[in-house]
């Protein structure tokens, strides 16, 4: 006899696209900080909360947090640990409990501190279906979620930053970068430069999985908004190296996976109109991201044919004399199967002009 867990949703994204549904709101980073002062976790909605009690390179790493882009982030989250602990263990325990889309390690970060949170995230997204993504100083993990930022040189004036103690100013910038549009380009005022790659260097960085920043002649700018993911397979393509598209990706996981839990699960019976009221919910949370420009037209919702009629084979029934629309309408327990194509939309990222005199 088969056992029974905890009920579940799988919402699964592949290359080929996936009550009413509110759409979320991203835009948090969480913080951890190794520092001497006894602060209590803390959230803050905006810089001048900061606690002043920090060490000034602490408060500074939080100050570039706020920086973000087109908006600021909406909430930065902070754990402190003792200054002499390097056992991340507790504040990844404690952020497990907090919602969050990017989090990064101490300034002053080690590579197997950046190891253990990009192992931590992936295990919290495998596991819990927790959508957190980090910002890591070299840390080619190969993960969509795991942002290996790599600029170095990083200079305001006379003050040089290193790679780890910029990842705070990457994640609020990625968390205050609206759907819509792509951090491709954008600039980093408060940097006077950066380390200079020729256009060799940045491809290659680029093809590596590796975030690295530009210096344009004029100003210093992030390069192609990419993460770590590097060795694609069949459904998971080029896009999925996409900061933007994995962020949509994410919305749409949790915003569905949110409302089954909260409106649907345990509250109707599973019939198949009641499931059609299901497909006509995520129908019309589609069509609100379609206007937002999230989502390409042409998006599917519908039951997973295929899904059922593996499912009712594995109970027993025999489906070989049953017509598509049995199948359909067939009795499936607790379960429902439902298929969803679409197109996440990119950003305009490569443009090629030719002008003719």
């Known amino acids: 006899m088969a056992n029974l867990n905890s009920p579940s949703i799988h919402v699964t994204f592949t290359e080929l696209g996936i009550s009413a549904i509110n759409r979320g709101s991203k835009g948090t980073v969480a913080v951890i900080l190794r520092d001497s002062a006894e602060v209590d976790p803390v959230a803050l909605t905006q810089a001048s909360q900061i606690p002043a009690t920090l060490g000034a390179d602490n408060q500074a790493y939080l100050q570039r947090a706020f920086l973000g882009y087109v908006n600021p982030p909406k909430k930065v989250i902070v754990y402190t640990t003792d200054a002499e602990d390097s056992n991340l263990t507790e504040a990844l325990e404690y952020m497990a409990t907090q919602d969050f889309d990017y989090i990064v390690g101490p300034a002053d970060c080690s590579s197997s501190e950046a190891a253990a949170i990009a192992t931590w995230v992936d295990s919290q997204r495998a596991n819990n279906g927790a959508k957190y993504k980090a910002v890591l100083p070299d840390q080619a993990s190969d993960k969509y979620a795991i942002i290996n930022f790599a600029a170095t040189g990083m200079t305001n004036g006379a003050e040089e930053y290193t790679t780890a103690a910029y990842c705070s100013r990457m994640a609020g910038l990625f968390a205050g970068t609206p759907m819509k549009i792509s951090a491709t380009y954008a600039p980093l005022p408060e940097l006077t430069d950066v380390d200079r790659l020729t256009k060799e260097e940045l491809d290659a960085a680029v093809n590596a999985g590796r975030l690295v920043l530009k210096w344009d002649g004029r100003k210093v700018k992030v390069d192609r908004a990419i993460n770590s993911f590097v060795t694609t397979t069949q459904g998971m393509l080029d896009s ?51 206007q937002d420009e999230l989502v390409q037209s042409g998006y599917t919702v519908d039951i997973d044919v295929d899904a059922q009629e593996q499912w009712l084979v594995s109970k027993g029934v025999d489906t070989s004399e049953m017509s598509e629309q049995e199948i359909r309408e067939a009795d499936t327990g607790s379960h429902v199967f439902l298929l969803i194509r679409c197109k996440i939309l990119d950003a305009i990222e490569d443009i090629d002009i030719q002008v003719e005199i």
């Open 240 to 290: 999925f190296k996409k900061v933007k598209i994995v962020e949509i990706m994410d919305l749409i996981r949790t915003d569905v996976t949110a409302t089954a839990e909260d409106d649907y699960i345990g509250k109707y019976a599973n019939t198949y109109d009641n499931k059609l009221l299901l497909v006509t919910a995520i129908r019309g949370y589609f069509m609100g991201l379609e």
